[in-house]
């Protein structure tokens, strides 16, 4: 596996990782890494491919080939692909040769898998002591949830994130795998912050994050009011909301966003809107009228924001101090201006529209590779590692590879 670095390069150039996850968490750490320029090695087993190359449905769609090749994208593009059977004798030397080539190594499997193949991170670390070994879990990774089975769904109700979003006290699921992202971002993040650590000691470290873990950090804000003051942040509820300049408002064609905390953004935000007669109004006079005469203000502001369509507000409130925003459908974000100006979407040489990395690092917007088949890569990558064409014969005919 040739290293290569250069000054205008992708941040992660000529560092090579090893995957061996499922799924969605794991996956998309490498992913991460991947549109940074990392080379992301992904082991398939023999005759056994990624569950993801032919998942069926997902939160209420159901996917045709064309959809299966986008899931599996979405989650894998900017990788090689190798089938690689762990359990297979023969394989063995194979495995422990990428390891001791590599900066990187990412799972998400449980201890007991990663015993079973030899991929435990004291097993590995003892191969290559500068391997940065990142692990992705559920529930954490002791005590005695450590080795229960845990995925989005799970994991999104045992960190409270289900009853934090929810606008009621009955619990709510949102679609789309978020904590699973969430976490193979961080779990790529502490991938970063390993190899950063490394190049000051030399040595490798053990990284990675849970589930649990990315969620409690995400609701930062709201689990230390709980744990901390005893009470719980407010239920978003427009029609309800203790500070009716920080919520949203229906207008004639879909809703706007407004946010207002400070004393001078409420007399920016009404003359913007047309609202400037309020200030003359004792009960509204400044933001902390409005908030106590809440009720009395939303009996004014609801009919007035519903006069005009979305886009007429977010042109005549932008520039007043206060926060503003239109209310995006998820099916409007494909076109908008700031998002493709952004290059935060992308098209990509597939035809499959997605973001192309989590994050900028100097000018570099992201890798825009495709998904590889299964299996693609094998003869390359081990060719790299040095094994001749009778060697991989001999593998294929022991069933190590494919």
């Known amino acids: 596996m040739p290293r290569s670095t250069s000054d205008d390069g992708p941040a992660l150039e000529g560092i090579r990782v090893i995957e061996l996850a499922m799924y969605v968490q794991g996956p998309i750490a490498g992913l991460a890494l991947g549109s940074l320029g990392a080379d992301v090695v992904k082991i398939e087993q023999v005759g056994q491919a990624d569950v993801m190359r032919s998942l069926r449905s997902a939160f209420g769609v159901t996917f045709d080939e064309r959809g299966q090749e986008w899931v599996y994208a979405s989650l894998n593009r900017n990788k090689r692909s190798i089938a690689l059977d762990l359990l297979c004798e023969s394989a063995r030397p194979v495995f422990e040769r990428m390891i001791r080539e590599a900066d990187v190594f990412i799972t998400n499997l449980r201890a007991g898998a990663l015993d079973r193949y030899g991929a435990g991170p004291e ?28 995925q989005d769904t799970v994991g999104m109700a045992y960190a409270g994130f289900m009853d934090s979003i929810a606008p009621t006290e009955e619990p709510t699921y949102p679609p789309g795998s978020l904590s699973d992202v969430l976490t193979g971002t961080h779990m790529a993040s502490a991938v970063l912050a390993g190899l950063v650590k490394r190049s000051i000691t030399g040595k490798g470290y053990v990284v990675g994050t849970s589930q649990t873990q990315s969620l409690l950090w995400l609701q930062n804000q709201a689990v230390g009011v709980a744990a901390n003051l005893g009470t719980r942040l407010e239920r ?40 400037d007669h309020l200030l003359e109004d004792p009960r509204f006079a400044d933001i902390d009228a409005v908030r106590e005469n809440r009720s009395e203000f939303r009996d004014i502001a609801v009919p007035h924001f519903r006069k005009h369509p979305t886009d007429h507000w977010f042109r005549t409130l932008r520039g007043c101090g206060a926060w503003v925003a239109p209310v995006n459908r998820l099916e409007d974000l494909a076109n ?25 690092v100097g000018d570099h917007r992201g890798v825009r590779g495709a998904t590889a088949s299964y299996g693609e890569h094998t003869d390359e990558v081990l060719a790299e590692l040095g094994y001749t064409e009778d060697e991989l014969l001999q593998l294929r005919i022991d069933n190590a590879i494919w």
Do not use: K
């Open 236 to 275: 978003f509820s427009p029609d309800e909301t203790t500070n009716p300049l920080f919520t949203i408002y229906e207008t004639s064609d879909g809703w706007i966003a407004v946010a207002t905390l400070h004393p001078q953004q409420w007399p920016a935000l009404a003359e913007a809107a047309g609202l």
């Open 336 to 360: 908008d201006p700031g998002i493709l100006e952004n290059e935060y979407l992308v098209t990509f040489d597939d035809g499959f529209v997605g973001p192309p990395t989590p994050f900028d």
């Open 123 to 150: 097993t590995l670390m003892e191969i290559n002591p500068r391997l940065v070994y990142c692990r992705g879990g559920g529930f954490g990774f002791t005590g005695e949830l450590a080795e229960d089975v845990c």
